[in-house]
């Protein structure tokens, strides 16, 4: 076995979702996720965790979706309390085609996840943490050979966290502190408050309420969004690609908006519910280890030189007790490159110019 | 996909395990077993029932156990809560080594299964079944080409399930009204009590207490054993070649014992407890479609012109009413041809001579 899954495994036993003896861990497994799992297995056997697997194939959900009636049975009682009494719940993605349910019509995958609420709270609930494995059909959605994926993906997965998350934690004090963040890019010139949120640390830890792996960015939930935004890095949303959609917004709604790909999917997404036409969070992204987009956007978003901003709803981490802050039955992010006649001002100060941060080398104040 | 695996799926959903709208189905996956899942899953759908797929891999298992301290929590709330709320429990077994955990000490596999019971005895409360996918791990097993084996499994599976039903309820009648069965064959002669016992029609389906697919012998739990058995089909117990075990019995235990080869298997087997020494249970294989042995117990011990006998554990099902029939930890099955030079008998009356059952053509009855 590759040594690297076994470091990988590591990490996400014990940095990010501390496990400890005793606890109940149910351990997601994709198709191609095997080895993965094996080595995940091995160290909570070591950590004297109680192991259920559970198996997660996009092909498995399409023959089935497709197959019932759409009328789902509300919040099954055996998942449910599956996920009631778990601890951990590790999801190691990875499988063989990731078009696998792109012939399920959109509202069945909208009723099935109507109804499963209850178990995706209960889930939200255990110390939960989403990674990938390096697969084959992650390096082909990356236009990159299998081996020089792996390299990537690894690079972006075995950081130093500890160190990152110092390095983060730079950022999160300045929006901690801060009101009003502007973003200026091409296409792009931007106003959001921040004033009363709280920014999350995302450092691959549910110590620091961060649930991915990698992680790598900070981010909160702004409100009274003003102004346009270009998002230039290419993605992929529901199947589709979408390139360079601009949004326009006034007093934190979206206006208008348009793309040279894809304008169809933004238009189903902002027609959701009100709530997808408002932001949910704005995410900095600040993960050196990440260089170049892959087209998954558990990677992309936290590239360094990046920020996203997410249409639909906003995590409770950021929001002030007892504020519930942007609802929606969405989360959609996309992403805009920082790296070049750019910057991000917080309070009219400038805190990254061209992609570098005001604590780094080469770092330009005026 | 290969249509008979679609058919494999309906058998299992419909007859075996008569699954309905609003069933609670946890579904565990080998991780060969993927295209017959993905048959099930569709199935499920049409029926409208709720699906949890588990993922069930020596291999996860061998990490896990051999890292693991042996001190294992004793039924863990969240795969217990899982099974307590399951209708329908189904096996799809199918890995890619047969002797994934050959390395995993005995001691280890006791004390996982020993921490486990109530989750165990959960499981058998739903209606369970347990299949097999024909893998190339398996046809191997069978010293089988992989299109072969496949051939044969779905010749064993596919069989007109409710006419074997009626076949063998000739047997369980037999069975039901008699007092003692006499076993005749080449190094057998052995006497079991059966009054007051119930013999199972093993039909392949939850409705005949029978959980197996594919299933095809009727069984009962004899006591009082007397006598002296050969089992002379060839198998694999434990990971180890087994061959001619040679078991006397005298006032319902074992008393003696030789083999050809694997005498210290059988002798670990004997060592378990005391219920290990008697016979659980007497099983006559009745499924024609099953032409030859394939070291697979699920396969070879239905075979027609076999009998079978397990020491340990008798099958609940079979017992009156407040009697609790022999207890052990085990259930170990072990095959006697019939086929040749020799016969069954119940109170003296043959009901089987060289593999021929009385109400077939060319059964001689003198």
Known sequence: MDERIREHAAVLVDWSARVESGDNVVLSVGPEAHELAVAVAEKLGERGANLLSTYSSGELSRAYLQAHDDEFDENPAHELA???EADVYLSLGGGRNMSATADVPGDTHTAHRRARQDIREARYETRWVSTL???RSLAQQANMAYEEYQDFAYDAILRDWESLADEMANMKALLDDGSEVRLVSSGT???????????????ASVEYDSHNLPSGEVFTAPTATEGEVT?????TLRGDPVRNVRLEFADGEVVDYDAEQGADVIADILETDAGANRLGELGIGMNRGIDRYTDTILFDEKMGDTVHLALGRAYDACLPEGESGNDSAIHVDMITDMSDESRLEIDGKV?????RFRWEDGFEAE
Chains 1, 2 share one sequence.
Do not use: C, K
Request: net charge negative.
């Open 351 to 355: 805190v990254q110019r061209n992609g």
């Open 231 to 235: 998002f230039d890095v290419p993605m």
């Open 82 to 84: 599956l996920y009631e």
């Open 189 to 203: 010139d931007l106003t959001m408050h921040i004033e009363g949120r709280t920014a999350v640390n995302s450092a």
């Open 133 to 135: 494995h390096p697969t």
